[in-house]
């Protein structure tokens, strides 16, 4: 068996765990697979480097900030390696140069364009261990990118579909992915497995378990993922196309609370104002999340959507600007909201399911102030304060007892 | 012009010094010339980092230790690019892949085999100043390797050889090459020129000035150096194959308490003894310094050779085990000797230098324990303790007044 496993930057942060790291490949190298290893930069070291560039150009060219940002998976993987050597395993850590990751020459935001699997597939030949630095790559002018924050669950995917690795393990500080965030939702339970999809809109909904652009990757190459604790060996949340198991209804909660809400009212209801809209939000890199559009009415029509708390100001700002060209009577925002959703593969089959959630919000007394749906997600925006509450009731609702 | 500048770690070693260093090279830069700025790593790091390998595996492979401190120069060079950003002036830092200095495959102590100056001279022709990571290199297997301490001069040199520099510049806290260290010899002054070959005997002798090999490579490539201050605006003393100022005596006075002497005594007088010694050596890497064969008598005779102090419990227990096949009565050392040096063209021209030498030693009272001689130098062995002393008497006689 060919494995590839992903270790974060706090499973690395110290020599105690770098050793605590190397032993657990050991277990599955012992056992005679081939084993490859992807770190990311010890600890707070990412955010050390970004700070001490700052001090020196506030505003780093982001070529010299990859340059820079990469030292630091280097680090993890050289040390990675000699603590291996301590206790007798043979390895060799390669960089991205070295394994030739190939992505876009988009700096500080690139993606994997192609991977040469040579020679990792050469040192696993000779029966040593490989530890790649993560988050890493090299573009058409030979100069090192970085993939974004999270990249090194990209790297560990991109890697395992170059390699055709039989597994592909993603170890974090939780178990595996969970019905709701425990700190929020006490009787939140570990799920054995989830689909790519339903953990897309997790993951896009706040559960933090794993990077978008991983999961989306592993969808595309039908990379089978394992979400594990590096801590114990309990079985973690198998990530894949089509769970085994009857799909449940409802696989998750999830709650956001950085988010906002914009609504732009009294536009003219006629084609492309819609787009003019989110044409100049997006050119500023202002990410909308949901976008609802209410039905015209004298000839005008509201549009709302929510966007990160942080970008609010900004979007208003542009929006207020360009009042005319978007026929907008006024720009309205609040910043108090918070989404709560529920994610499976039972939302679009099962139209119940929306009812069901929305009585369980009503029975606690909390009022909806939007609500929009995708195939297997249903997102309502409550008053911020109000989200757990709220996600504690759905997720009584639909996954206890 | 085209100009190489080198500045080590402790000219980088913090904020302020990094933009010390890129205002200094942004001034030729402004004048119109092309500029290539080699940096080590900043401060301490180099250092850090080995204790860091050294807490996670005693004796670290020097694969991965080099894959490890190859990290330091990277940071430097990108910071010093964003600095560079700051002031306004474009530039791009590289690495060892990027430029491709290719080196020989020892890894801790390669050397420089083929530097592609491609990508460097792009960068040059868009009128931006770049900026080149030190002391690393590629090897044939695609691995970074690193020169050995003091490399960056190295690297500084063989680039301005690949790229046919107009000049190549050596930064350091000295004004330049002195005729003595002035801590020891307070009269001593600043040279205005000196050939390779006094400076590399300066340099073994405990100048350390410049490292070794950079010598031996700009003497082979003709790159002529300057070394000088970056702290001051001082011209610096320049390197070269001949100096242009009519021969001096004696150029330079050099110290080195780093020494033992070794002696075999009474082995036979016959062929190959002295190889089978110094190959014993040679194969645990102990390096001799003088050498010194005592004329034949009775058949017997003796050798003595200085080494390294941290060398020397080594080489004698070595020198014991094979007692019998060098044929030796005995091993004695002594670990409490100094060697103190003139270096000069004029030491083979002139017979008197050696009596001179002698001499002024004598009317301060002092023992010479050993003589050894070059074409360009004339060193004695003293006891410990005596060799400052020494110097500044030999340093008297033939360079003041």
Partial sequence: MLIVKKFGGSSVADKERI???????????????????????MGKTTDQLIEMAKSINPNPSKRELDMLLATG????????????????VPSKSLNAFQVAMHTSSAYGNARFKRIDGERIRHELDGRRMVIVTGFQGINKYDDLTTLGRGGS????????????????????????????????????????????DEMLELATLGAKVLHNRSVEMAKKYGVTLVVRSS???????VVKEETDVESMLINGVAVDKNTARVAVIGVKDKPGIAFKIFHLLGKKN????????????????????????DDVEEAVALLEQNKAAITAQRIEYEKSVAKVSVVGGGVQSNPGVAAKMFEAIYNVGINIRMIATSEIRITVLVDEGEEDKAARAVHEAFLEN
């Fill in 153 to 196: 669950d990209t790297t560990a995917v991109a890697l395992a579909a170059a390699l055709h690795a039989d597994a592909c393990e993603i170890y974090t500080d939780v178990e595996g992915v969970y019905t709701a965030d425990p700190r929020i939702v006490p009787t939140a339970r570990k799920l054995k497995e989830i689909t790519y």
């Fill in 286 to 309: 202002l990410n909308v999340d949901l976008i609802l559009q209410s039905i015209g009415r004298d000839g005008t029509k509201d549009i709302s959507f929510t966007i990160a708390r």
């Fill in 231 to 237: 801590l114990n060996q309990e079985e973690g949340t």
């Fill in 19 to 41: 050793f605590h790291v190397a032993k657990r490949c050991m277990e599955d190298y012992q056992k005679g697979h081939d084993v490859v290893v992807v770190l990311s930069a």
């Fill in 73 to 88: 998976e280097q680090c993890s993987v050289a040390l990675m390696s000699m603590a291996l050597a301590t206790l007798g």
